[in-house]
T-cell receptor, first 111, second 115 residues
Framework: QKEVEQDPGPLSVPEGAIVSLNCTYS??????FMWYRQYSRKGPELLMY????GNKEDGRFTAQVDKSSKYISLFIRDSQPSDSATYLC???????????FGKGTLLTVNP | DGGITQSPKYLFRKEGQNVTLSCEQN?????MYWYRQDPGQGLRLIYY???????QKGDIAEGYSVSREKKESFPLTVTSAQKNPTAFYLC??????????????FGAGSRLTVL
């Protein structure tokens, strides 16, 4: 079992929809979780990260972590065509350990 | 503006040739990383370096080599021993987040195609 599992999609939604992107993980040692967004032929950019269980909100984006079920989610409200990208989840522990990435989910928001 | 510069953006190589991908950062980050990205495979770690003159193999180091002579630079050489080098290569560096998270900053990537 991979340490971080992510449904690769692709996921296609109409503009304005609420998008839910999900990952599961198996490593109980993960202390924090990150979401990166990657546009086509570009490098990933950090969207947000969270340390604890619960929700963290940043504008239209909400990251949710449930450590009891080892489940992490990213919600996008009022999705826009500019949100079309690949979204990568990652788990990590400490500042000197490697991040473990999921395979990414390709999202397309149709105008 | 601070960031990571990767060059070249596109590179074509004939089989049997070594090629070197450049990665330079002006973020004053200590650690640097090389990842390979293939469709459907996600990011796979090739090499990483936490300090100058020291580096460690990642999950798929065979056929690759690196050096870290300066804090700002972490070049990756794709050798002829790498069996399937066509891929998108990403360089990254890290700062320690305010709560100790290993936050990666990525370059724009280099796409290598073997002819």
């Amino acid at each position: 079992q991979k340490e971080v599992e992510q449904d690769p999609g692709p996921l296609s939604v109409p503009e304005g929809a609420i998008v839910s992107l999900n990952c599961t993980y198996s490593n109980s040692a993960f202390q924090y979780f990150m979401w990166y967004r990657q546009y086509s032929r570009k490098g990933p950019e950090l969207l947000m990260y969270t340390y604890s269980s619960g929700n963290k909100e940043d504008g239209r984006f909400t990251a949710q972590v449930d450590k009891s079920s080892k489940y992490i989610s990213l919600f996008i409200r009022d999705s826009q065509p500019s949100d079309s990208a690949t979204y990568l989840c990652a788990g990590g522990r400490g500042s000197n350990y490697k991040l473990t990435f999921g395979k990414g989910t390709l999202l397309t928001v149709n105008p | 503006d601070g960031g990571i510069t990767q060059s070249p953006k596109y590179l074509f190589r004939k089989e049997g040739q070594n090629v070197t991908l450049s990665c330079e950062q002006n973020l004053n980050h200590d650690a640097m990383y090389w990842y390979r990205q293939d469709p459907g495979q996600g990011l796979r770690l090739i090499y990483y370096s936490q300090i100058v003159n020291d580096f460690q193999k990642g999950d798929i180091a065979e056929g690759y080599s690196v050096s870290r002579e300066k804090k700002e630079s972490f070049p990756l050489t794709v050798t002829s021993a790498q069996k399937n080098p066509t891929a998108f290569y990403l360089c990254a560096s890290t700062r320690q987040g305010s709560t100790g998270a290993n936050v990666l900053t990525f370059g724009a990537g280099s796409r290598l195609t073997v002819l």
